[in-house]
């Protein structure tokens, strides 16, 4: 019995909420004609070099305006991604720095469908006192049901709500019906007015075709570098593992068999324990050779799949490390390294830099995407830009189209997730 109440009141502050939003959307209506009829006059000015001087601070006022409206549809529900091109790097800082900078804004098309949205917006962001007007309505109603109707009625006058003169208790009653009627639109319409003018946002604002094109052939351009400098820097770690460890242990098992050769008619004693040194370097090398392809691509991942992976790591360290995944199946290879060594990574960062004591691992997919979490109980503060092997996982990730978010406050938790796109490779049930 109590649930539509809850509900009620949920509703009943989304509206709120809601016609906040839509007031301040049609202020800002207000400032894009501002907006637009400077911002016009100063691209005419380009023309003979003047508007150059303005143009870059016009630009990020409008980009700003831009993006409060697209974070305001985004809460409607209606997500808009920022078209923009990349702003070119080096821009000198003279005068011709500032030219590029304004050949680049003018010569990218979102430019001037900010401006088309800004002239537009002066008359649709206006909608967005349609839920206070309405909510006013209902107010009056609500008060003159209260009996403020009586100090108009005094005068001579009945105050008129909607089709009903306001001059007795009865008219003062049915005025309360309409408000009610009033305030039920107003509950239902409010969020309806928002993901309509949302809508119009992401029409105007969200990126074209052809900007989403550019886009991702950047996007890929960059992947694809990131991807070859991760190959690159695992080849070299390799190069490197095996100069130092098994290629040096197999180099000293050769001189020790040498020394075995030569010592084997006059001393054998000697010459057996030799043999005892090049068994133990043999085995040394092939440890380390072991260590090495697990380094590269572990055989419990190979061979039972990501899910027993992650509960291998979770067992290998020292941490009290709670691994929970939910995956019906197998996934690709790389997919699953990629994974793997992120997990392996951000648990080895939990030790070494945020002194925790406890990780929680999950990882499950949902619509072709794989998500994993890692929660730790740290000091918290990790931040990419920092270092700790978090931008080369990131890196790793972007090479599959994976996204990488933080969230460390001073002091903790850290909460890192990961998602990848992904699809099942095999019906092989691994959960837990």
Known sequence: MKTVPVAWRGRLRGAALDTLVGVATATGALLSVVLFVTTTYFVILCLIGIGFLALPYLTRAVRWLCDLNRRAAARSGVPVERPYRPEPQEIERDIVGWTRRCKWILADPATWRDLLWLLLNTVVGLTGFLPAALLYYAGEGLFLACGLWRPVADGGTGRWYAFVTVGSWPAAFAAGLLALVVLTGWLLLTPLVLKGYAYFVRFLLGPTRGSRLASRVRHLSETRSGALD???????????????????????????????????????????????????????????????????????????????????????????????????????????????????????????????QRVEVVAWRADDTLHARVTDDGRGGADVSAGSGLEGIRRRLASFDGVLEINSPPGGPTVIKLELPCALSSPKTSSS
């Open 230 to 356: 991760i190959q690159a820097a695992e080849l070299r770690r390799i190069e490197r593992d095996l100069h130092d460890g098994a290629q040096a242990r197999l180099v000293s098992l050769g001189l020790q068999l040498g020394a075995v050769d030569r010592k084997l008619g006059q001393d054998p004693e000697e010459a057996r324990r030799l043999l005892r040194q090049a068994r133990s370097s043999s085995v040394a090398a092939l440890r380390e050779l072991r260590d090495l392809v697990h380094g590269i691509h572990p055989p419990v991942l190979a061979e039972r799949g990501l899910a027993d992976a992650l509960r291998a790591l979770g067992l290998a360290s020292p941490l009290e490390v709670t691994v929970v995944v939910d995956l019906p199946g197998r996934l690709p290879d790389p997919v699953e390294s990629a994974v793997y060594f992120a997990v392996s990574e951000l648990l080895t960062n939990a030790l070494k830099h945020a002194d925790a």
